[in-house]
């Protein structure tokens, strides 16, 4: 089993989403026929399928809308990070976008936590957007 985690490979649809964390950016599609905001990128609104999308910057700001804890590491890749949490983050401005709780413990996790974006370089072209409990 590799020692290497597994990054994001971007493809035309997910790209821009890349690129602008890679800048520090958090964006998501947002419909420009019925307004909704969706995550994860897609070439269609999951809302009324229209292909008008453009992409729009959110705060970055959200709360804890689920999360589950990981305690056996799933490669090597992992055996340094066990136990984190995997997480399910309801953005302020709607969509649900999956990512990781970093900065405090997961058994200090509660649902409705208020939570701030940050990005986590881990290439010279992939920043992975993660979270932290932000302060209240
Ligand atoms: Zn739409």
Redesign the pocket.
């Known amino acids: 089993m590799s020692m290497e985690r597994l990054l994001p490979n971007p493809d035309p649809i997910s790209a821009p989403y890349w690129e602008a964390a890679h800048q520090g950016i958090l964006r998501v599609p947002r419909?420009e026929?019925?307004g909704?905001m969706h995550m994860y990128p897609r070439s269609i609104?999951p809302?009324?399928g229209?292909a008008r999308l453009r992409w729009a910057q959110v705060s970055g700001l959200g709360e804890l809308h689920s999360f589950t804890v990981v305690h056996r590491a799933p490669s090597p890749a992992f055996a340094d990070k066990v136990p984190y949490a995997v997480a399910i983050v309801a953005l302020d401005e709607g969509p649900l976008l999956m990512s990781n709780i970093v900065g405090t413990a997961p058994s200090d996790l509660k649902i409705g936590q208020k939570l701030r974006v940050k990005f986590e370089q881990v290439s010279a072209e992939i920043s992975l957007p993660v979270f932290e409990v932000a302060a209240t």
Request: net charge negative.
């Open positions: 419909c026929d019925c909704h609104c809302f009324c229209s």
